[in-house]
């Protein structure tokens, strides 16, 4: 038996973070695209000894660690260069995902992708939840978070589908522009609901796959 999948996405600083942690609150199974991005290329993989060889040990922190300010700052100027890391790390990670996302043993898991839409990923969801923010939000938010220049923040948001293609996917919308402290409850909330729908719907998905 394979989990039903809930597929978690949004733009760069929209919550996708925030909104999983609520759901990992309730005991969601949650697989996180980026952590499993990071592990990857964690220090001494094969992966991340192609990088080094490809784009210079000005890749690698001190400690022997993807230096990733400095890949995004290199991958984000040059479309040839994103298109070569892609292609070297999108087959890893994916297999890397769906292995874990097939060892899941619950009712449905949260898989947390900032590039779902983009990278043509919502066929293997159940369902999709989207984090919708206005984009002033974002930027601020994201700009706060990373430690990033803001022109890499608005290349990153460029890079991505806007927020009305996101919502044309979106089967369900948790709106995030409210500040948490104002917010954090009605936040909890929805979440807990859809936690129920997602129950729910996983039923009928174990039926299904059980013929
Ligand atoms: P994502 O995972 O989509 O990139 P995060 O959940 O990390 O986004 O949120 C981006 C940043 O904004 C984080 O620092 C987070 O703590 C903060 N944040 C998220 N939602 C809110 C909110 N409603 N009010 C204030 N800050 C928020």
């Known amino acids: 038996m394979t ?3 809930v597929g978690l ?5 929209s919550g996708k973070s925030t909104i999983a942690n609520l759901f990992g609150n309730l005991s969601v199974p949650i697989i996180d695209a980026d952590i499993v991005a990071r592990e990857v290329v964690a220090k001494g993989s094969p992966l991340l000894t192609k990088i080094v060889a490809h784009f210079g040990k000005a890749m ?13 700052q290199r991958v984000f100027q040059s479309e040839e260069e994103k298109t070569w890391l892609n292609a070297l790390l999108h087959p890893t990670i994916r297999e890397a995902m769906f292995h874990q996302l097939r060892a899941i043993q619950a009712p449905y898991v949260l898989w947390v992708v900032p590039l779902l839409i983009e990278n043509q990923l919502t066929p293997f969801c159940q369902r999709v939840l989207v ?37 044309r996917y979106a089967d369900d919308v948790i709106e995030n522009n409210k500040p948490l402290n104002e917010n954090l409850d009605a936040l909890t909330q929805q979440v807990t609901a859809l936690h129920q729908q997602y129950l729910t719907l996983s039923q009928y998905y174990s039926k299904k796959e059980e013929k």
């Open 3 to 5: 989990a039903m999948i």
């Open 9 to 13: 996405t949004g733009g760069i600083g």
């Open 60 to 72: 690698l922190t001190p400690e022997g660690e993807l230096n990733r300010p400095a890949l995004r």
């Open 131 to 167: 984090v919708d923010v206005e984009p002033e939000i974002q930027f601020t938010r994201a700009l706060a978070r990373d430690n990033s220049q803001s022109e890499t923040i608005k290349n990153i948001m460029n890079s991505q589908v806007d927020s009305d293609t996101r919502l």
